[in-house]
Structure formats: C-alpha cells, structure tokens
T-cell receptor, first 115, second 116 residues
Framework: DTGVSQDPRHKITKRGQNVTFRCDPI?????LYWYRQTLGQGPEFLTY????????KSRLLSDRFSAERPKGSFSTLEIQRTEQGDSAMYLC?????????????FGPGTRLTVL | AQSVSQHNHHVILSEAASLELGCNYS??????LFWYVQYPGQHLQLLLK??????LVKGIKGFEAEFIKSKFSFNLRKPSVQWSDTAEYFC??????????????FGTGTQLKVEL
C-alpha cells in the first residue's frame, strides 16, 4: 500500500511529557499537512510543508508544538509538556502540488490521550 | 477567514431513502470544494471535489454534489442510501484557482446512520 502512513496509531501519555509523531507521505508528494481533530469537530489545520520548507503555521500551533520535514520526505510533529487539552487525533495528509487536482490524501491518524 | 457550516450533525435514514447533506461556506473568492467520508475505523477518503466547470459533480459510490455559487452551498446527495454508507461526512473548502490552494477548512461533520 502506498498511502499516507502514521506512527504510532495510538499514544497515551501523562501530562507534562513530550511526544513525537511521524508521518510518511505518499511517495513523491511534495506537500505535507498536519491537522488536529477533536471529538465532534472536523479536522483543523496546523501546519504544512512544501518539500522541507514549513510554509504556514496555524495560531493553533503553540510554542509547545514543533514540526519538521528534514529531507522533504517524512515529517515529525512534537508536542512538548503535553496538556490534557492536547488530547486529539493528529492527522497527516499529502498531495502533489504540481498536479492539477488539488486533492489531499489523509493518513489514519495518531490518537493522543493525555492523562 | 473561511468557515464551513454543516447544519445536520446527525442523520438517521432507512435503506433506500434519499440523502441530502447541507454544506455552506463563507468566502467571497474562488474556492475548491470537497466532500470527504470517514467510515468507522477508517481514515478520511475523498468522495468528490469541485474545482470549476459543471457545478454538478459526481463522485464515488453514487454520490453527487451541486455547487450553487449564489448560495455559497455545496450540498451532497445520494438518491438511495445503503447500510454501508453509514459514516461521517465532512465538507471542506480551500482557496484558490484550479490546482492551487493549500490548507483545507472543514465543517464539523455529519454523522450518517443508515438502518436496515
């Protein structure tokens, strides 16, 4: 399967701990997006990359959040000093920006629970 | 800033009933419009999309949606639903001309349950 993959699928952590999630986009997709989805809501944009450059960050992305895409392939999203309000599903999506069809393909998500 | 409204949060239908899910967006410029579906235990999948041209777009599994620019709407329809259509449906929009645009703005979703 060559879809978007995310690891881990589930993460339970204690408040104050740091967590890191990984996203592997579809091969050759040069745009990668992170979204956050809480219960009863649609996904909310966090940030996106074109190749290794982080081009936009949402105001939802506080200083405790950092994302990287060092080689323009996989990406990581780190949350430092987690809070209970960080509990959510973190979704990754990718697309090929040169395509005339602006479709984002989503991964299965990482469900974070902060105790 | 863009916003997307889905007014039906929960819909329950019997098999073979017709479906229409409402979606309205607020943005005055050119938009690209999407419907995504999330089946239980699965990830978000694209149902259909509109970029330009014919405002009536057809997607997978018999779904269609109509873009009405004057009403800022992009409602999803299906003439006859099946039990397997039970899922959560999200309307989304991004700015830009065809092939452009970046982040998606999603509605809050509509949970559809189809009963046998």
């Amino acid at each position: 399967d060559t879809g978007v993959s995310q690891d881990p699928r589930h993460k339970i952590t204690k408040r104050g701990q740091n967590v890191t999630f990984r996203c592997d986009p579809i091969s050759e997709h040069n745009r990668l997006y992170w979204y956050r989805q809480t219960l009863g809501q649609g996904p909310e944009f966090l940030t996106y990359f074109q190749n290794e450059a982080q081009l936009e960050k949402s105001r939802l992305l506080s200083d405790r959040f950092s994302a990287e895409r060092p080689k323009g392939s996989f990406s990581t999203l780190e949350i430092q000093r987690t809070e209970q309000g960080d509990s959510a599903m973190y979704l990754c999506a990718s697309r090929q920006s040169t395509s005339g069809i602006d479709t984002q393909y989503f991964g299965p998500g990482t469900r974070l629970t902060v105790l | 800033a863009q916003s997307v409204s889905q007014h039906n949060h929960h819909v329950i239908l019997s098999e073979a009933a017709s479906l229409e899910l409402g979606c309205n967006y607020s943005y005055g410029g050119t938009v690209n419009l999407f419907w995504y579906v999330q089946y239980p235990g699965q990830h978000l999948q694209l149902l259909l999309k509109y970029f330009s041209g014919d405002p009536l777009v057809k997607g997978i599994k018999g779904f269609e949606a109509e873009f009405i620019k004057s009403k800022f709407s992009f409602n999803l329809r299906k003439p006859s639903v099946q039990w397997s259509d039970t899922a959560e449906y999200f309307c989304a929009v991004n700015e830009g001309l065809t092939g452009g645009g970046n982040k998606l703005t999603f509605g809050t979703g509509t949970q559809l349950k189809v009963e046998l």
